[in-house]
């Protein structure tokens, strides 16, 4: 289960830490055969954004790796859940918002 939020990469700043983000990408596992590129931080190994072949001019950032509260507040309420048929069982979905069984509602 993944939460995160699409931006476009022209609205994107790294306000620091950008040097410290190393790459992998792969299309052996996506569904879709896209490439999806992952940016880690090297020092800790955290996932920070995903950007795909399939949605150029975008990223993902992870919702975590925002540290504003108001945001999580106000921008990055959920507007819709996406790869529904995919949900672990113990979550019943977000209440209210569109959702959808692939990226197709992006």
Not at 45 to 65: A, C, H, K
Not at 77 to 90: G, H, I, L, N, S
């Amino acid at each position: 289960m993944t939460t995160a939020f699409v931006v476009k990469d022209s609205a994107m700043t790294h306000v620091r830490g950008e040097d410290k983000l190393t790459q992998y990408a792969t299309s052996a596992t996506i569904a879709s055969g896209n490439t999806m590129t992952n940016f880690f931080c090297k020092v800790c190994g955290t996932l920070m954004y995903r950007r795909s072949s399939g949605f150029p001019g975008l990223s993902l950032p992870r919702v975590g790796t925002v540290d504003d509260l108001s945001l999580h507040n106000t921008k990055l309420k959920p507007r819709v859940e996406v790869w529904c048929k995919d949900r672990v069982a113990w979550f019943g979905g977000v209440e209210g918002i569109k959702q959808s069984q692939d990226q197709a509602a992006l």
